[in-house]
């Protein structure tokens, strides 16, 4: 299930115009625009009268059944006002919720996400100070497993091993609380190492 809104944008250069915009998207059933979601793409518009690309600041209603996520979406520039976010989030579930024909399956609360790419530029950011080392996972395992590419390890580990992994999981999670793809890699890691492993 897919909802789209025509919604009266601004580019960066203040020109304003109309363009279709993703409000929900189910991937369960569309692996094609959870890449995109994941890959950043979503949203991606273009001002008809400069020609400047940029991402449209509208949150979109993210459902995964498989994965029994619901999330909210928003672009990198609200990260500043997640708490704001997180109310708005809350009362929009509720409405969203009656899009959804499976609604009643629906038990799981959302999380708020910023998309995977932020999160691991919060990671690059933080690995210095954290004493973390930063290792590049296949990009299409993490989007197949949807987990971020990049994973921090322990720096005074020499070598990148599932105890160095875990305790550098740890530790970035606990320095910032917010990070929801780490947080979910590190609950679901007995069942994604298997993955991992191949
Ligand atoms: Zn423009």
Redesign the pocket.
């Given at each position: 299930m897919t909802i789209s809104n025509l919604e009266e944008i601004k580019?960066p250069?203040s020109?304003t115009f109309q363009t279709q915009l993703l409000s929900a998207i189910s991937v369960s059933d569309n692996y094609e625009l959870k890449e995109a979601l994941i890959a950043g793409e979503i949203n991606l518009v273009t001002?008809p009268?400069?020609g400047?690309m940029f991402y449209a600041e509208c949150f979109i209603l993210y459902h995964d059944s498989q994965n029994e996520l619901i999330s909210f979406v928003y672009p990198r520039s609200f990260q500043e006002q997640a708490t704001q976010c997180v109310a708005k989030m809350k009362k929009e579930f509720k409405l969203a919720l009656e899009n959804f024909n499976d609604k009643n399956k629906i038990t799981y609360e959302p999380v708020l996400l910023f998309g995977i790419e932020d999160e691991e530029a919060i990671l690059i950011h933080l690995a210095s100070n954290l004493k973390l080392n930063i290792v590049k996972i296949t990009p299409s395992i993490a989007r197949k497993l949807a987990i971020p590419k990049l994973m921090p390890f322990y720096k005074n580990s020499q070598d990148f091993s599932e105890k160095s992994l875990l305790s550098g999981l740890e530790d970035l999670i606990k320095h910032n609380p917010n990070l929801e793809h780490y947080i979910d890699f590190f609950k679901r890691y007995q069942n994604i190492k298997i993955c991992l492993q191949k």
């Open positions: 580019c250069k020109h001002c009268e400069c400047q």
